[in-house]
């Protein structure tokens, strides 16, 4: 302790490279955590599928379905317990005159009740 306080440069660049060499690991250690040692918050995320459309004459030869075949394998489909559908969308903003894009997503009424996070409700009013 007496060299510590003899020498105050040494001790505060000894603490800036621990508290940093300590939040480093604390920062690397949540994101690792988070997406490779737990599972995904989802009900049975091992049920989950991502559907493409087949199109190997385009220039895109895989992508998602239009909303009309959505609402086509969702009628006609009884190999899934749920079909909903998502996609993403940039949105433009105006700031001061400037402009801003902002990425988003549009789902179906039912993505949320599909991957499990909110519960379905049912109209019980006749």
């Given at each position: 302790?007496?060299?510590?306080?003899?020498?105050?440069?040494?001790?505060?660049?000894?603490?800036?490279?621990?508290?940093?060499g300590?939040?480093g690991?604390?920062?690397?250690?949540?994101?690792?955590?988070?997406?490779?040692?737990?599972?995904?918050?989802?009900?049975?995320?091992?049920?989950?599928?991502?559907l493409?459309?087949?199109?190997?004459?385009?220039?895109?030869?895989?992508?998602e379905?239009?909303?009309?075949?959505?609402?086509?394998?969702?009628?006609?489909?009884?190999?899934?317990?749920d079909?909903?559908?998502?996609?993403?969308?940039?949105?433009?903003?105006?700031a001061?005159?400037?402009?801003?894009?902002v990425?988003?997503?549009?789902?179906?009424?039912?993505?949320?009740?599909?991957?499990?996070?909110?519960?379905?409700?049912r109209?019980?009013?006749?």
């Amino acid at each position: 302790m007496r060299g510590l306080l003899k020498h105050p440069a040494f001790t505060a660049i000894a603490i800036v490279t621990l508290a940093l060499g300590i939040g480093g690991s604390t920062s690397i250690f949540t994101v690792v955590d988070a997406a490779l040692l737990r599972g995904l918050p989802y009900k049975s995320p091992d049920r989950l599928y991502h559907l493409w459309e087949q199109t190997p004459q385009q220039a895109y030869p895989k992508r998602e379905f239009s909303y009309p075949d959505y609402l086509d394998v969702r009628d006609q489909s009884d190999a899934f317990s749920d079909v909903f559908a998502y996609t993403d969308i940039a949105f433009r903003l105006f700031a001061d005159g400037q402009p801003a894009i902002v990425w988003g997503a549009a789902a179906t009424e039912n993505f949320f009740t599909g991957i499990g996070l909110l519960k379905t409700t049912r109209d019980t009013s006749g």
